[in-house]
């Protein structure tokens, strides 16, 4: 009996044996090879992202198209709340395919669609394994595109690395980078304070916010005929030339993104960066009020009653600093013709439809 039950003790150490292939080893997974690959990309890219002091948040739950987020620290070490989703793809696979300038990554069709409606820019990281570098790319700015159409690959290019990126740079499609939000006051006298200083182009972004006020002044608008508006209106005598070139252009979108950097307006600035890069035009947007935006209407409420009561400031009656104007299209002659047109287009798709003439 001693020996028949000392070779039934050995016969299961053997078939337990971790000696012996895993398939003889029931209930003990297999640890997939591609594995070590996807996380090393998700690794290299966490490490790249604490070097940069920003905050780097894995996707816990399943993942459906995004990996991670990261969130914005200003130079104090605040967490200013502003993110960017991460999807990370990892693997030699990945870059394969390229041109002269990019890599080219397709996207699924459920993925190109999630990522273009997704609330913040999505950064798309192709990781290389065997370099250890990670290139990347703005995935939905580059969706949102005009440039891209149907299913054509996303171009991530070769020279944005993530090694060699700054905290700027992966935030820029996002409005900003790490510069500190001012208390009100400072803001205010930053708008004043901010102006071309130019006899043929005077323009301060305080003229722009202020004169830009719609909505019951909880919004803000902005376009060029806004911009030539107050231009035009404010040419010292004499002067007879309004100057308009690159500087000033770049001076204007500024203005956008300081609104965006000081969360004073929830402006799409993604779509404001595709008329920007890709039409080189001025946006046309109208954005509403943060509570900051609205706390800086007020103070300027305040700082104008203030100016009245020193007699320092005279206000004519029914008017204001902060006051909303009215905003509308501006209709051209031959858009007129166009009205009957669209009705005729509109009772053609109906009648398709079945439903008849309305």
């Given amino acids: 009996m001693a020996s028949t039950r000392s070779r039934r003790i050995t016969a299961r150490f053997r078939y337990y044996s971790p000696s012996l292939p895993n398939f003889m080893r029931p209930g003990i997974p297999n640890v997939p090879a591609t594995l070590w690959i996807e996380r090393a990309g998700i690794i290299s890219v966490a490490a790249e992202v604490n070097r940069l002091g920003l ?33 990370v793809k990892s693997g030699a696979s990945y870059l394969l395919r390229s041109s002269e300038d990019d890599w080219l990554f397709s996207p699924d069709e459920k993925h190109r669609f999630y990522w273009e409606v997704f609330p913040v820019p999505v950064l798309l990281m192709l990781h290389s394994p065997l370099d250890g570098l990670t290139y990347w790319v703005d995935a939905r700015q580059s969706l949102r595109s005009s440039k891209l159409r149907d299913s054509r690959p996303i171009a991530v ?26 208390g009100i006051p400072d803001v ?45 209106a404010r040419l010292p005598e004499g002067e007879n030339w309004i100057t308009f070139g690159s500087d000033e252009h770049d001076f204007l979108f ?40 609205r706390e800086l209407v007020r103070l300027i409420y305040e700082r104008q009653r203030k100016f009245e009561q020193a007699g320092r400031l005279e206000v004519p009656e029914y008017l204001g600093v902060a006051q909303e104007d009215f905003v509308r299209m501006a209709f051209r002659s031959a858009h007129y013709s ?20 309305t």
Avoid at 56 to 82: C, L, Y
Avoid at 262 to 280: F, G, K, Y
């Fill in 254 to 293: 500024g203005y956008l993104r300081l609104l965006v950097e000081q969360h004073l307006a929830d402006v799409d600035i993604s779509n404001c960066l595709v008329d920007w890069h890709e039409r080189e035009k001025q946006p046309t947007t109208i954005a509403p009020l943060t509570s900051r935006g």
């Fill in 188 to 232: 205010l006298k930053l708008l004043c304070a901010t102006s071309t200083h130019s006899r043929s182009f005077p323009i301060s972004y305080f003229d722009l916010f202020a004169n830009g006020l719609t909505n019951n002044a909880n919004s803000v608008y902005y376009g060029m005929d806004l911009v030539m508006e107050v231009v035009e």
């Fill in 157 to 182: 290019p070769r020279t944005n690395v993530l090694q060699r990126a700054s905290a700027s740079d992966l935030f820029y499609t996002a409005g900003g980078g790490g510069r500190d939000f001012l």
């Fill in 338 to 357: 166009r009205i009957p047109l669209i009705a005729a287009f509109q009772e053609l798709v109906l009648e398709d439809m079945g439903y008849g003439a």
């Fill in 55 to 87: 905050i780097w948040r894995e996707q816990p739950s399943p993942d459906v198209g995004i990996d991670g987020q990261i969130e914005m620290v200003d130079d104090q070490g605040r967490a200013t709340g502003r993110i960017v989703a991460v999807q």
